[in-house]
């Protein structure tokens, strides 16, 4: 079976210009031509530049085959990388996915851009293997989660670009499938970028991102050049939801893994009867939760994805009947057809939006996709 590492390093070695449709070339396009204005003017207008470049050729990198834009020296391939991918972050106008909370094409394009140069790629490859860096990078932001890494103080677009940077560069190093894996695997030894420049502004937010595109280009040529990494290029994520805790009604811990599917049902309550009767709170709990069995079914859900449950109860005449929810509520939960139980709150409220009401239920459903 494969490991999502192969998967990656197979989708890299396999794709194809040819295959990609004109809105995404369209698209790539555009971000490349926007990131490389963005670099331009950096190059002259980032107060970080001459530091970074000075240093650069104290390193005796600024002799070699590579351009970096708007610049009349040369440099070696890994220092036109870092430079590079500097420059289109250190304005902070470079591109961003939103939902993955990072920037796509300064550390893909910076290694693209140099592997180009040493492989004289054409401009279909380019593109292509920009998508590819699109495609890694961004699928392992949205994974990991954007406020996780943020939590632990990592900035996503260095830690997941060195992955983009080494899809884009490998791809037009014409990197194997096993080249592809062995490049992830030394790319994950490569993978940082501390949040701590919030502290005070400092210019290692910037260069965590020519950080990752110098690093990608070099995970894979020494990938291309026979060097082994590991063969998993991150912890499998959880394959299951996990419960722990379990008691007569209810679990009182639920682990969701990233990356998860999740459904939240809003507060629902019983229908009256034909009579204009309500029932009493076994009944209505019964009902509600048939209501929401309805919805989760025909949205290709069941009453096993239920992860939380959070009732709202009305004291009747004879006072809380939690007994009775309880009866209700069991009906449905820790049976032979759903052994699933949820963690679950009950609190006693003074009214309830709608007359006749003695619960008000609402759900958190989540699953992981096969």
């Known amino acids: 079976m494969e490991n999502m590492t192969e998967k990656f390093a197979e989708f890299c070695a396999e794709i194809r210009y040819e295959n990609l449709s004109s809105d995404v070339i369209k698209r790539t396009k555009l971000l490349i031509l926007d990131t490389v204005g963005i670099i331009i003017r950096a190059r002259h207008d980032a107060e970080s530049t001459a530091s970074l470049v000075a240093a650069i050729d104290r390193l005796e990198m600024s002799n070699g085959s590579c351009q970096v834009f708007s610049d009349k020296n040369s440099y070696s391939p890994s220092a036109a990388a870092l430079l590079n991918g500097t420059l289109a972050h250190s304005l902070d106008f470079d591109d961003t996915h939103a939902e993955a909370s990072l920037h796509s094409s300064a550390p893909i394009l910076s290694a693209a851009l140099a592997a180009a140069q040493m492989n004289k790629s054409s ?71 501390s949040m701590q420049f919030l502290t005070d502004g ?22 291309a050049e026979g060097f082994q990494g590991p063969s998993q290029a991150s912890s499998e994520m959880p394959a299951e939801i996990v419960r722990d805790g379990e008691g007569n009604y209810f679990y009182t811990s639920i682990t969701i893994p990233p990356g998860a599917e999740t459904m939240y049902l809003s507060g629902s309550g019983a229908r009256p009867k034909a009579d204009d009767t309500w029932g009493d709170m076994k009944q209505q709990t019964i009902d509600t939760f048939e209501r929401f069995k309805s919805t989760l079914e025909s949205n290709g859900w069941s009453m096993r994805d239920i992860v939380q449950v959070r009732a709202f109860a009305l004291a009747g005449e004879d006072g809380l009947d939690f007994s009775g929810f309880n009866e209700g509520y069991s009906e449905f939960f820790g049976t032979t057809g759903n052994p699933n139980k949820p963690v679950r709150s009950f609190v006693e409220v003074k009214d309830l939006v709608v007359d006749g009401w003695l619960v008000e239920i609402e759900v958190r459903a989540a699953r992981v996709a096969e």
């Not at 495609?135 to 677009?157: C, D, N, V, W």
């Not at 290692?204 to 020494?222: F, I, P």
Request: aromatic residues 8%.
């Open 123 to 193: 401009g279909q490859e380019l593109i292509t293997a920009c998508v590819a860096g699109y495609e890694i990078q961004i699928r392992l932001g949205l994974a990991g989660g954007s406020s996780a890494h943020y939590k632990k103080g990592f900035h996503p677009t260095a830690t997941c670009g060195v992955f983009g940077a080494v899809a884009s560069a490998g791809y037009l190093m014409g990197l194997t499938k096993d080249q592809f894996v062995s490049a992830f695997g030394i790319a994950l030894s490569q993978s940082a970028g």
């Open 202 to 223: 400092a210019w290692t937010k910037r260069s965590h991102v020519g950080q990752a595109a110098q690093n990608g280009l070099n995970c894979a040529t020494m990938a």
